[in-house]
């Protein structure tokens, strides 16, 4: 019973709660925003929306790196490229909706393509002025690049380490690839200087609302299927996959096609945070591919929880919170921030804000118990409300995600 | 294929090195359908690696491996071995320590091996029989919702035997499964196993004398990784190679 799961376990409860406060905020952020006059102090001004809006498309890669990373084992240093995959899907479509509203007024080519003297579009430009065709590829091509990538890498038993650094190489080469002018993607400049979404002007108040509101519903679908993936026999599997792949193998089952399945599914939820991201920044360019990106994203979710569902999300949005504000105030400072950040967390925190915050609450609740000297009858009951997997905090590698109730 | 024929397990001129040093030097050993047979051998014999060779993980340098009667076992991967029906249980007790003792037998139960079938799983009540009647076995009902990594080593143990029993393999391959038990739960365990026996085919490597003597089955002793001699307990450890190499120090 799904609703039964509501309310036999926090980590349920928690879910839920995260779904429905984005599913509210895509609702109320954009009346807020465009309804209440902005004397009001309910006014919520537009660079705001923008800003939350990006954040939660952080929030959703984070998610995506958290399956495979947190629940599977596969620490991927890379997930920025399906990121930025999805993104240049979406930003090809917005250039193609610029028509000949550009510099050059070249009706089919896009500006860069007209001052590189191309006199045709290349092939693989075909088809996204169709929204229907650019969104089939925001999935398509991080799905299919994930899934290549994992049947080479799974299948010939590349772990750990090796894998990180494969994945690193994987999201460097993108980089390379379309710094290149010829690549036929804008080159160093990228993809900018966009006009309409879907016949909507991508600069309008209300669009960027608009997009907002999808960013928030997209990431709670992205929990949803997290959640059932996660909480499903499967989703046992990548657990038993992280924390022993060989006796999975022995008992019959393939890791390589779990680990598959995780990375491919996850780096489409990538592609889609992608999407979502550039309509709202204006601009996707060769620098979403840069490593570094890929990295801050394993410090977000390691800051929030891996092995949590929610912990990625509130991990990604305290983190970048940081960053606007460090970047703003000592913008020199921020990959030391970022960095020390990670030690730390490393060292201190291996279940990240969330695992802290679980710990802290059954402290109090234990102080309490203890307090109030419940009448022996009552004991089990209290006992059995703390989860005990929460009990102590572990290290990284025995790090478990929130004990799901027996079905 | 006439001598292959009635046996569940057939190794013949087994070989494997690991940088040069032959770990299995020329093994052959039959284990008939139905029967249970206990391994012997000091520390380094090539007990585990043969159990490694039979599931998959090693593949030999040269010999014959063969399951069933029929089935090349030289030919096929470790997930494939284990769903034609073999079964094992490391010499390292290895349990998902993150799951509950419930889930790693829903992990472990014979089916379908896919991802959608996974995602997609709904307990059967059949199932639900199957994984009461195997805490009952060994004995970890009260265990049931309790992460593994919480159980004791012998617990531990007994889990894996029982995780075994979950896939219902045809032949198991028992790697020192009493390591590490008190004398109360390694009566127990043999106790488990020749229960196991009435209707497994089993390999049980183990360094117990009393154990193997509780087994009461015939014994193959290993040594520098081929066989030293076989035969029953009495005759095995009667046999003055074996007590110069095993017993008698
Ligand atoms: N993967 C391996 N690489 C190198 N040497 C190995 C490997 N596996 C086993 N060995 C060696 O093979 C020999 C037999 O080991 P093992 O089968 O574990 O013995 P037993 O289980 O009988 O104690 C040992 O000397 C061991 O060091
Ligand atoms: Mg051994």
Known sequence: MITGRFFASGADRRVLATILVLLAAAVLVPVLNLAVPQTSMFHVPTFMVALVGKYLCYAMLALALDLVWGYCGILSLGHGAFFALGGYAMGMYLMRQIGDRGVYGNPILPDFMVFLNWKELPWFWYGFDQFWFAALMVVLVPGALAFAFGWFAFRSRVTGVYLSIITQALTYALLLAFFRNDMGFGGNNGLTDFKDILGFNVQAGSTRSALFAASAVALALAVYVTWRIVGSKFGKLMISVRDAESRTRFLGWRPENIKLFAFTVSAVMAGIAGALFVPQVGIINPGEFDPSNSIEVVVWTAVGGRGTIVGPIIGALLVNTGKSYFTGALPDLWLFALGGLFVCVTLFLPRGVLGLWDQLRERSERRRTEADAPPPGDAPAIVRATPPAQAEPRGLGAATPEPQPAE | ?????????????????????????????????????????????????????????????????????????????????????????????????????????????????????????????????????????????????????????????????????????????????????????????????????????????????????????????????????EGSLDHVSSDPRVIEVYLGR
């Open chain 2, 1 to 229: 294929m006439g001598r292959k024929g009635g046996t569940i397990l057939y190794l013949d001129g087994v070989s494997v090195s690991f940088d040069g040093f032959r770990a299995i030097n020329n093994l052959s050993l039959v284990l008939d359908r139905g029967e249970m047979r206990a391994i012997i051998g000091p520390n380094g014999a090539g007990k585990t690696t043969m159990m490694d060779i039979v599931t998959g993980k090693t593949r030999p340098d040269a010999g014959e491996v063969f399951f069933d009667g029929s089935v090349d076992l030289t030919r096929h991967d470790e997930a494939d071995i284990a769903t034609m029906g073999i079964g094992r249980k490391f010499q390292k007790p290895t349990v998902f320590e993150g799951h509950t003792v419930e889930d790693n037998l829903v992990l472990s139960l014979k089916g379908p091996r896919s991802i959608f079938p996974a995602l997609f799983h709904r307990r059967s009540a059949e199932e639900n029989r199957r994984i009461d009647e195997i805490l009952a076995v060994t004995r970890l009902e009260t265990k049931r919702s309790d992460m593994a990594a919480s159980l004791s080593h012998g617990q531990k143990q007994w889990l894996e035997i029982g995780m075994l029993l979950a896939q219902d393999p045809k032949l198991l391959l028992v790697d020192e499964p009493v390591a590490g038990m008190t004398d109360a739960e390694t009566a127990e365990t043999a106790r488990l196993l020749k229960d196991i026996a009435r209707t497994h085919s089993v390999i049980v490597v183990e360094h117990d004398m009393h154990f193997v003597r509780e087994l009461g089955v015939k014994v193959t002793c290993l040594h520098e990784g081929s066989v030293l001699s």
